[in-house]
């Protein structure tokens, strides 16, 4: 009996869920499931089937879900569990793959409420249950693709063949970004149901989303964003202190570059230049050019003729010349910053920065040949970019403009690709365009992906110059479908003159594809303050260098001097304002000053830092806490991994932080600010507190852990005011790697860098905690001082043999003496005493028959194992193997049929550190006596020609019978007949069955001439129903006996004629099942052998 309570919703789920609900509730955009009562809800009907807890109760992909946040103790308990964990869900839960058998033990864990199989319906994107209830999606999103996430670690072999072997799909292409990987595969939309539920069901698969097709976003920068002050003259306060953004390199994804253009051309030098049409497969350049004027390094993924830069729309080119275009009639001045230069329309925001180009063309080829954010943004970061810009999206609008009913924008794959860019390169920022969807869906929620990801710059676009303090009416607005605020800022985007495809011409464009690039300028200006030491006396000061600011610190700045435009920000129109320079950075003289924290070290779950500033009344205070998240797993609602807090304390003791409504939800989501203690914001990676008249006195700027499951967090702080402050000489504990795996008995090491900061240079001694057993740590040297870059010390653990299996979560600890300044790190130490045991293999079972030719092989966990070598063979004493490979998991399929009526063995061992197991032991199975044909044949609509499809047998023997097994897809089995012949002999099997009024689905089935049902008159007229039982054996209209004596060799061909329009489908599978005569000198076998009788 099922466990599980059901309830479907249609409409988008309430993210205002109070700490009651959280403690007990697991939340993605398909389904959420309330551990504690056992209801589980749906975005629709459609996922029912993938929502049933009892049905998968054995699956080894788990959750284990605790009743609030998450610290270290919590996590090492579930690694020491044997558990691995593949990602965080929404609320305080982890993904793990683990026995179902562990979940007592997980269970028992302090703060655990539950463990229990991770629902299928998890993984399913939102718009797949809309298509399923509404059924509009697909054909006017012009749909035809999933992206099939695949687990770290997963067996991508597996899910390949899954892939191959479900009905309704064609394999497309892999993707890879990073450490993800995905399938896009074509789908057919009249067995998407069956599909994604085969695909959800399998526990390699970590996600099912529509691939929406995407689009580049079209629709007076330099005084405007620099000093909003045009009259009586435009000033360009940053310009003037010589900042061009001169040593920036920023990379551009786009339609491509027209190089030829003054704002770009080099005639003494060529951009290093490297073509490929394999998306993510395309390499990066070795060697780029530093010495060309613009552009050092140009990747051609467009597959366009030609060996150099080439634009074949415009969009490019005028994006490029937005960012960092420079007029050489008006050139800035690199060498000494004594010229302004940078003040016509063919330049850019930044005009001394240099340029990554990435040409994906006007149809974005790149993206559709495998291409993703992920690749192109450290491929650009690689040749020096440390920002990346990108003016293309997809929403919920088609390509004739037009808002798709049922549709939202959830977070994505691609939306993940730029959270983990961003995460995995800690000084990249990368900047998406919002959309230009605000009027043709007007009720919000209508950011694109991935310009709703976390870390980035989601930038909007307001009017040009000065009609900048109104926002375009075509811009997207927010906030993201679990209640984020989006865009971040906004930037001039409307009626943009930039460079043209021609010598030294200009085009005007408007979209939030225009003020992308120039908040990507704007923000390469940013990092040339920092890289001239301009912080913290405000000049250029080259002992105060910042090299390398993170991503998330530049974004601080940004968003903390932003401007309002027309109304009080934040909202989910302008995000948190207009990008103003001049209120973000500080220069000599002025009034309000800067803070600037870039967190070394950053925090766990309960830890707190602490910076203190003495204000000044007469400015206002303004503090941006921002950082870098853990990617989300895809489709999780909310998409928050670590939730820090912005607190701001001040001298009369009131706490000022960052809420939400308390009905926050998809109408009601700008964040506000007060000194409650309710509805705080975990859902945003931005938090901005402002006071417009602070007290004279002191104020403590507080970040805080609340719940960070995946950490440690690193954070960056902005603070604009009147204000004096110190910042107190520091270091920075990086241990490295994070985790090793030994096997008892072993030595095993690990870096301890130490980061000297504000002239650190005192000696810091090192020590370790929990140290298993009677295991050692020793550091060498010991102590260590502190450096910029970083010094290294060695932690050496020995001693192992005897440490009893586990996961260990070891302490670093590091302290001076004077200053007294004290850190600690965390590290994971997973120790295996023994080889793995051996276990029970499953299926196919001992001395199987008539087991598939393309068998899926399954085995019971080993104790101990984190992978397994499983093999296969025709030689009971494995002396030669077919397959001998390496997987993750419990389960192996393979990619190549195997023999009809032919005996394997097969068998399995376990693998950890300390080596394998013993054999398991073998089992024996015989293949069914069938000759199969996996094919792609589309049956054409209402043609009486039909298709046929051949399928040449050079196997040979002389018929005694035949059977035929057939696996066609079909939305109308009365519309079909088919035949099957071989040479002379044809036999009709099936003629529009039910008279035509068979209205079922699909026929996968065995035609059997000793069968009781019948094709023609035991079908199902239902529609939407399946016509035949699946696997069932059905008679045909006439007899397959007509082969008998005939031998088995030559061509057989099979023809399907669809009689009535509308519906469609196509041959997937057909096997010839053969009986051999009696007394003949050979049996059948692919490739048979001869023997005696």
């Not at 409307?494 to 908040?519: E, F, K, L």
């Not at 800067?594 to 206002?620: C, R, S």
């Amino acid at each position: 009996m099922r466990t599980v309570l059901y309830l479907s919703i249609s409409l988008a789920f309430s993210l205002s869920a109070h700490a009651s609900d959280e403690r007990c509730l697991v939340s993605f955009a398909g389904a959420q499931q309330d551990v504690c009562s056992g209801k589980v809800s749906t975005a629709g009907s459609g996922l029912k089937d993938l929502a049933d807890v009892e049905a998968f109760k054995d699956s080894p992909l788990r959750l284990i879900k605790f009743g609030g946040p998450i610290d270290n103790r919590a996590r090492a308990a579930v690694e020491a569990l044997g558990a691995t964990i593949v990602g965080y869900a929404p609320h305080y839960a982890y993904i793990v793959r683990m026995p179902a058998t562990t979940d007592a033990r997980a269970r028992a864990i302090a703060g655990a409420v539950w463990a229990g199989p991770f629902l299928p319906a998890f993984k399913v994107d939102a718009n797949i249950a809309n298509e399923f209830k509404h059924g509009n999606l697909v054909r006017d999103g012009g749909i035809a693709e999933l992206a099939i996430g695949i687990y770290a670690k997963a067996d991508r072999d597996a899910v390949s063949s899954l892939v191959t072997r479900t009905p309704g799909l064609t394999q497309a292409r892999t993707e890879t970004a990073g450490e993800d990987t995905r399938v896009i595969a074509r789908f057919d939309r009249a067995q998407l149901g069956a599909t994604v539920s085969r695909l959800a069901a399998d526990p390699n698969v970590a996600s099912i989303t529509f691939r929406w097709p995407e689009r580049l976003l079209n629709s007076q920068a330099g005084w405007l964003h620099q000093s909003n002050v045009n009259t009586p003259t435009p000033l360009r306060p940053m310009f003037a202190q010589g900042l061009y953004g001169c040593g920036q390199v920023v990379g551009v994804l786009d339609s491509g570059l027209f190089i030829g253009n003054c704002a770009f051309n080099d005639a003494a030098q060529n951009p290093a230049i490297s073509a490929c049409t394999d998306g993510s497969a395309c390499p990066t350049i070795a060697a780029p050019n530093t010495d060309h004027r613009k552009v050092i390094a140009h990747y051609k993924w467009s597959g366009l003729a030609g060996a150099g830069p080439e634009d074949n729309h415009g969009h490019g080119t005028h994006v490029m010349g937005s960012v960092a275009g420079n007029n050489p009639a008006n050139a800035v001045d690199c060498a000494n910053f004594t010229s302004e230069g940078g003040n016509t329309d063919l330049d850019g925001t930044a005009p001394g920065a240099k340029l990554v180009s990435q040409e994906m063309g006007a149809s974005l080829a790149y993206l559709a040949s495998g291409g993703n954010p992920y690749h192109a943004a450290t491929a650009a970061y690689a040749n020096g970019a440390r920002i990346h810009s990108n003016s293309w999206g997809g929403g919920c609008t088609n390509f004739l403009g037009r808002c798709i009913a049922n549709c939202t924008v959830t977070y994505t794959d691609r939306t993940r690709d730029v959270d983990n860019a961003m995460r995995d390169n800690a000084d990249l920022l990368v900047l998406f365009a919002a959309g230009n969807d605000g009027a043709v869906c007007p009720n919000g929620n209508n950011v694109g992906a991935p310009a709703n990801a976390k870390n980035l710059i989601s930038v909007g676009a307001n009017g040009r110059g000065t009609a900048g303090n109104t926002m375009a009416a075509f811009s997207s607005r927010g906030p993201t479908t679990d209640a984020r605020l989006k865009p971040d800022i906004s930037a001039q985007g409307s009626g943009i003159v930039s460079a043209d495809r021609n010598a030294c011409g200009t085009r005007t464009s408007s979209g939030t594809s225009m003020a992308t690039p120039t908040a990507a300028g704007l923000a390469a200006l940013v990092r040339d303050y920092l890289a001239r030491g301009f912080f913290p006396s405000g000049q250029r000061t080259p002992a105060d260098a910042i090299a390398s600011p993170s991503g998330a610190l530049v974004k601080a700045i940004l968003i903390n001097g932003a401007a309002n435009v027309a109304t009080p920000s934040p909202d989910q129109t302008q995000g948190w304002g207009r990008v103003l320079l001049d209120q973000s950075l500080y220069f000599a003289g002025d009034t309000s000053r800067l803070f600037l924290y870039d967190a070394p070290n950053g925090l766990y779950t309960g830890e707190v830092d602490a910076h203190t500033l003495d204000v000044t009344a007469g400015q206002p205070l303004v503090v941006t806490l921002t950082w870098s998240d853990v990617a989300a797993a895809v489709n999780a609602a909310p998409a928050l991994v670590n939730a820090l807090r912005l607190e701001v304390v001040a001298p009369d003791g009131d706490v000022w932080t960052q809420k939400l409504p308390a009905n926050v939800g998809v109408n009601n989501a700008n964040p506000l600010q007060d000194t409650t203690t309710a509805n705080y914001d975990n859902l945003n990676n931005v938090h901005r507190i402002r006071i417009d008249a602070p007290v004279t006195g002191s104020y403590q700027v507080r970040v805080r852990g609340i719940n960070v499951p995946q950490g440690r967090q690193k954070y960056a702080l902005a603070a604009n005011g009147n204000f004096q402050f110190t910042i107190s000489p520091d270091f920075a504990l990086s241990p490295s790697p994070a985790s090793r795996t030994i096997c008892a008995g072993s030595p095993v090491t690990y870096d301890v860098g130490l980061l000297g900061i504000a002239g650190f240079t005192a000696p810091v001694t090192l020590g370790v905690t929990g140290l298993p057993g009677a295991s050692t740590g020793t550091f060498s040297p010991n102590p260590v001082t502190p450096a910029s870059p970083a010094a290294n010390g060695l932690l050496t653990i020995g001693n192992t043999a005897g440490v009893a299996s586990g996961s260990y979560g070891l302490v670093i600890q590091a302290a001076s003496t004077t200053p007294a300044v004290s850190h600690t790190a965390s590290v994971n130490l997973d120790v295996e005493a023994t080889a793995p045991s051996p276990a029970a293999l499953t299926a196919p079972a001992d001395n199987a028959t008539g087991a598939s030719t393309t068998p899926a092989f399954s085995w019971t966990a080993f104790a101990g194992a984190t992978s397994y070598r499983f093999q296969l063979s025709t030689d009971e004493g494995f002396a030669t193997t077919m397959v001998d490979t390496t997987v993750a998991a419990t389960t192996y399929a393979p990619t190549v049929a195997l023999d009809p009526n032919a005996t394997y063995y097969w068998r399995v061992f376990g693998i950890n550190t300390c080596g394998e197991s013993a054999a398991s032991a073998v089992f024996r199975f015989t293949t069914a006596m069938e000759i199969c044909r996996s094919t792609v044949t589309t049956i054409p609509d209402n043609n009486p020609q039909g298709v046929t499809d051949d399928f040449v047998v050079t196997d040979t023997g002389t018929l005694a019978g035949l059977r035929l097994k057939v696996d066609i897809d079909h939305t109308y089995v009365g519309d079909l007949s088919m035949t099957l012949s071989k040479g002379a002999t044809s036999v009709e099997l099936m003629t529009r069955p039910g008279n035509s009024a068979c209205g079922g689905n699909d026929i996968d089935v065995i035609v059997d001439d000793a069968a009781t049902q019948t094709l023609e008159s035991n079908c199902n007229a239902a529609a939407a129903a399946q016509a035949y039982t699946a696997g069932g054996a059905y008679k045909g209209d006439n007899p397959l006996a007509a082969f008998a004596g005939q031998d088995l060799s030559g061509t057989w061909s099979l023809k399907l004629v669809d009689g009535a329009a509308s519906d469609t489908g196509r041959i997937n599978r057909w096997c010839l099942v053969p009986a051999s005569a009696a007394g003949t000198d050979t049996i059948f076998k692919n490739g048979f052998e001869a023997v005696t009788p």
